[in-house]
């Protein structure tokens, strides 16, 4: 596999030299007095404010369900402020969700806050504990192996990944549950440097090293005129195009649009090969970037993580040092939102109409935790909304849930009628320029950052 990765790095750079077939990839780009306006998209706005409060609902359930006692004062939660991401105290956002956290005076204290799980939340509890169990050897032990087939050293940091552990879809126990699942692809190890501890690649599944955009193209790549095309490169060195959504009024702009067909025209040089030999400032490796950024995200749940957590893998993916411009010079293809205090990139392809395209079932899961925490949620001045679910409507199952008055079904039709109605935002971007506080960059020009990550 790396003699296969070095001849083909070689034999582009050859080319490049020599002028011919990619004589062009390392000319620079012309487009540089083009000036783009931020926009910002309302509707992933919108799934970046609601996802923020699942994962965190879904974190402090983790915390509370670890607690032997059964419950946690809130004191004891008010460090996971900035881990949440939340923008409101941690004790405001428990009372907020009555459905899925219960107060209860502390045994020794009773002036002291305390929480423990709701019979919704222990049902939740349950139903994603089997949703990770049922992904972990596979789909989950894959996700992760091809993060670490992209990382240079084969290898990643536990505190990198435990960041990533929402994102990713691993159950809190993932350092000892993956290698214990799957020897064949996992070990633990230590850094000889600090002793810090790693999860390490114990072999490379060739079966695993193929993109989503590749997977994407798939029909295309079989095609015998592309087939002629790659000889003698490997399969990933043809010009794979990634699909667009270009925010309102960008797309129909001439220069943006030759810009694009040239960039399309590149050849692409999959995450999972060996880029180190491409010239760093050349359009080839930019492009090789934005298919590790866009494999990055694809290996997501969700499609979309915070910047500050792919910052921490820069290193191991090859990445430049002020990555963030290739989301700002690629709008089509990412998304940036500054919500709720922080930078979140998003893959625009991963959702339609607000929804997610390809809904794993961890994230149906989520929902649910979503649909519960807005039924009986508590507005400030409006008192407390007292629920009965019944457990078969909730989640298909028979027993139902005791002591709360009022009884509300939760069949999969009245769901997707409230996720219509509620969760579901719409597409359109909306320029910056209608309010008083511009934001403008450019394609060539750096920019360090566009918004403060707090966690």
Not at 110 to 128: D, I
Not at 136 to 142: E, G, I, R, V, W
Request: aromatic share 8%; hydrophobic share 35%.
């Amino acid at each position: 596999m790396l003699r296969s990765t070095n001849t083909l790095v070689s034999h582009l750079l050859h080319q490049q030299r020599q002028g011919q077939q990619w004589g062009w990839c390392l000319s620079r780009r012309w487009l540089v007095k083009v000036r783009l306006k931020w926009v910002k998209n309302r509707g992933l706005d919108h799934i970046i404010d609601r996802d923020t409060d699942i994962k965190a609902a879904c974190l402090l359930k983790d915390a509370i369900a670890a607690a032997p006692s059964g419950f946690v004062p809130a004191r004891s939660l008010t460090p996971l402020q900035k881990t949440l991401g939340l923008t409101v105290p941690v004790l405001r956002f428990l009372r907020r969700y009555p459905t899925l956290f219960c107060e209860l005076p502390h045994p020794r204290f009773p002036s002291l806050p305390t929480f423990s799980l709701a019979p919704a939340a222990l049902l939740l509890h349950r139903r994603e504990r089997a949703a990770f169990e049922a992904a972990l050897s596979d789909d989950a032990a894959h996700r992760v192996a091809r993060l670490l087939m992209m990382a240079r050293s084969r290898a990643l940091s536990l505190a990198t990944l435990f960041p990533l552990r929402y994102d990713l879809g691993l159950p809190t126990d993932f350092p000892s549950a993956l290698p214990a699942a799957r020897p064949d692809l996992f070990r633990l190890s230590r850094r000889p440097t600090d002793g810090a501890p790693l999860l390490s690649l114990t072999s490379w599944p060739d079966h695993l090293a193929v993109s989503a955009l590749q997977l994407r193209h798939q029909n295309t790549l079989a095609q015998p005129s592309y087939q002629d095309l790659k000889k003698p490169f490997s399969s990933s060195a043809a010009p794979l195009a990634f699909p667009m959504s270009f925010p309102r009024g960008y797309g129909s702009m001439k220069k943006v649009k030759a810009w694009m067909e040239d960039f399309h025209r590149l050849p692409y040089v999959s995450p999972y090969e060996d880029a180190s030999g491409l010239d760093p400032e050349s359009e080839l490796m930019e492009k090789h970037v934005v298919g590790v950024l866009h494999e990055l995200l694809s290996l997501t749940i969700h499609k979309k993580t915070k910047r500050n957590y792919m910052r921490s893998l820069r290193e191991e993916l090859g990445l430049p040092h002020k990555f963030t411009r290739v989301f700002t010079r690629y709008p089509g293809i990412f998304y940036l939102s500054l919500k709720c205090k922080t930078t979140t990139v998003v893959l625009r392809e991963g959702y339609q109409r607000g929804k997610l395209v390809d809904q794993h079932p961890l994230a149906l899961v989520r929902e649910k935790f979503y649909y519960v925490m807005r039924t009986g949620v508590l507005y400030r001045g409006k008192g407390t909304t007292k629920l009965v679910l019944e457990e078969d409507d909730l989640l298909g199952e028979g027993n139902s849930l005791k002591g709360q008055t009022e009884q509300v079904t939760i069949d999969n039709e009245e769901q997707d009628a409230y996720d219509d109605e509620n969760l579901t935002g719409t597409d359109e971007d909306v320029d910056v320029s209608d309010n008083n506080d511009e934001e403008f960059y450019e394609l060539d020009d750096s920019d360090d950052e566009l918004g403060s990550d707090e966690g």
